[in-house]
């Protein structure tokens, strides 16, 4: 398979999704996922001890990625208050001397959240008074709810030489075994990431390259059905637990996960949160504190599953009183 066949699919791809030109030649690159694609881009930019701000709570690898590339992951609070993004205000206080770049994933994973125009509005114009650049992880930018709309900050005025997008098909196309992923940016960013791409893993597997083309170029109606589906797993979950008033949880604007407070039943020692939920409930979930230090009390689930599974877990959530220790 011609390699810029599939780059050139990729940018058509993009075009449609966010209204962003890439040279396919140039400016995108295919990546064994979005996980190795991102450290790609800190390990070429990030100097020692450099700085990449992200809202808490943030995707639990991004932390390691940083971490393995010689920098550090700061995360900026948020709180469901404040819809989990922070205000030019809280983002300005985070920035110092050392700080290279800002890091976005929206939707986001955990919380749900579909960043409006006038927050990514925000980091652009932090981003250019502070001259960052933005690493925009858009992997689940096909799965929307309701009339949430995803926009990529790389479509707003002055940023497309200024950040990096990461995506993936693991995501939208429900493969995330095949490791395909892709990073679209500047020619220079895009040529030190092949760089580092060609020098450890060569190049993505032909038969993985051959299966992300054909579910670009096939009916995309599944991608549709499949949210769907999530959705409606979603509203379920939201329906069963607005009966507990002890719980409180996040209305996913996209992504397939839930995000639930359960500070409430949890007692006073948030610790092995996830541990107890398993023990207790037979439910199967990711503790906050995995996502950041302020999260403790949180913990995401997936609606991945099949509805039946979704569906106990959510009743047996609604009647949740007392989580014991």
Known sequence: MSGYYFTLTIAERIWLDCQVRYDPSEEIIVTPGV?????????????????????????????????LAGGKLIQVPTAAEDNYFPSKEQWEQH?????????????????GRVYSKEELTIVAELAKEHDLIVVSDEVYARIIF?????????????????????????????????RVGYLAGSAPIIDLCGLINQHTITCVGAMNQHSAL?????????????????????DY????LISNEKLRWHVAEGTFYGWIDLGSVIGEDPRDISQRL?????????????????????????????????????????????LPL
Do not use: H
Request: contains cysteine.
């Open 35 to 67: 996980k190795q694609g991102l450290w790609y881009v800190f390990t070429a930019l990030l100097n020692e001890g450099e700085e990449v701000l992200t809202p808490e709570p943030s995707w639990v690898s991004y932390s390691a990625a940083v971490s």
């Open 95 to 111: 920035i110092t001397p050392k700080t290279r770049l800002i890091l976005l994933n929206t939707p986001c994973n955990p919380t």
């Open 146 to 178: 309701d009339s949430n709309v995803f926009i990529s900050i790389a479509a707003l005025d002055g940023m497309r030489e200024r950040t990096i997008v990461a995506n993936g098909f693991s995501k939208a196309y429900a493969m995330p075994g095949f």
């Open 214 to 234: 054909a579910a670009l170029t096939g009916r995309q109606d599944w991608v549709n059905e499949m949210v769907v589906a999530y959705k409606q797993r979603r």
């Open 237 to 240: 979950v939201v329906q069963a």
């Open 278 to 322: 398993l023990k207790y409930c037979g439910i199967v979930a990711v503790s906050g504190d995995a996502f950041g230090r302020n999260q403790k009390e949180y913990v995401r689930i997936s609606l991945a599953v099949e509805d039946e599974v979704v569906m106990r877990a959510a009743d047996i959530l609604a009647g949740l009183s007392n």
